[in-house]
């Protein structure tokens, strides 16, 4: 398969060697150098695009590759808010795309503990719920994309808890995600319930990025051929 790389930063570079191994072929690799080399011509080369930038460019590249034609597979965080309108433009354009905040396999097993632990917990009100992500110092966004799909999941169980709030003190109705920048973790999460009895917490700890990279080839692999919206649910068949 021919692949397009949109950000050739620690992800894009980490993808390249995963998707190297798996016998694929890089055709384009874009990064803030030279983002002029992203044209519809360029991206004829590639049977697949996968963008990992960061969260103030992800929407603009996206909007590109649809219009592009070009099946994309979506990394990048922090840009969320904006998916109605890109997913518009894949309605218009019958695209593919597929879009995770975590590619990990693991984190997405995690994804589906998180919710049944928190079917399990919410009938017992002494337990209080959080969740905890580290990262390095060099990410942009917080919380995390993945914190916010595990409060996300948190909040279907627990509908009292009307939204999720980062790194202040939570009223009743607020869920709190505490965000820690240390040194060069790669992610970790961490659901917790805590009572004054005792504390249940699930934790996924990455130890590199090849979970993340292996996940977003698996993606690509998946959509190469396909028109629509799929999710990692689709890949893995959860
Ligand atoms: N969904 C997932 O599984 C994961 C998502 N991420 C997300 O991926 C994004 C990138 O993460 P890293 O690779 O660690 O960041 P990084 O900072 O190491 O790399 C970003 C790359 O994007 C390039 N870039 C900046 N502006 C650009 C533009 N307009 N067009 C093309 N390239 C541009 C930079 O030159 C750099 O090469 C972040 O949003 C992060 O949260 C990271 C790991 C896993
Ligand atoms: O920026 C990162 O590094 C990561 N970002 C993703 C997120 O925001 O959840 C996924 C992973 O945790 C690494």
């Known amino acids: 398969m021919k692949?397009?790389?949109?950000?050739?930063?620690?992800?894009?570079?980490?993808?390249?060697?995963?998707a190297l191994e798996r016998q694929h072929e890089i055709v384009l690799k874009i990064d803030a150098h030279n983002t002029d080399e992203l044209t519809a011509d360029n991206l004829k080369k590639a049977d697949v695009a996968i963008e990992f930038t960061g969260p103030h460019t992800a929407f603009d590249n996206l909007i590109k590759l649809?219009?592009?034609?070009?099946?994309?597979?979506?990394?990048?965080?922090?840009?969320?808010?904006?998916?109605?309108?890109?997913?518009?433009?894949?309605?218009?354009?019958?695209?593919s795309f597929l879009?995770?905040?975590?590619?990990?396999?693991?984190?997405?097993?995690?994804?589906?503990?998180?919710k049944k632990l928190a079917a399990l917990m919410h009938p017992h009100s002494d337990y209080k719920v959080s969740l905890e992500e580290?990262?390095?110092?060099e990410k942009r966004d917080a919380p995390s994309g993945t914190a916010i799909t595990l409060a996300e999941q948190v909040q279907e169980v627990y509908p009292e808890k009307k939204k999720w709030v980062n790194d202040v003190l939570p009223a009743a109705d607020e869920l709190l995600i505490v965000s820690k920048r240390i040194g060069t973790v790669p992610g970790t999460h961490t659901t917790t319930y805590s009572s004054?009895?005792?504390?249940?917490?699930?934790?996924?700890?990455?130890?590199?990025?090849?979970?993340?990279a292996l996940g977003a080839a698996l993606a690509a692999e998946y959509i190469k051929d396909k028109k629509g919206v799929f999710t990692m649910k689709d890949v893995l068949g959860l």
């Not at 692949?3 to 995963?18: F, P, Q, R, V, W």
């Not at 922090?78 to 019958?94: D, F, T, V, Y």
């Not at 580290?134 to 110092?137: G, S």
Request: zero cysteines; glycine letters at 10%; a negative charge.
């Open 134 to 137: 580290i990262h390095h110092t």
């Open 196 to 212: 004054e009895i005792d504390d249940i917490s699930i934790t996924h700890t990455a130890h590199n990025r090849k979970g993340f």
């Open 3 to 18: 692949i397009a790389l949109i950000g050739y930063g620690k992800m894009g570079k980490a993808i390249e060697a995963i």
């Open 66 to 95: 649809i219009r592009f034609g070009v099946p994309v597979v979506s990394g990048s965080t922090g840009w969320l808010e904006r998916m109605p309108e890109l997913q518009q433009e894949i309605k218009a354009h019958n695209g």
């Open 99 to 114: 879009y995770a905040s975590n590619f990990s396999i693991g984190v997405n097993l995690f994804f589906e503990l998180n």
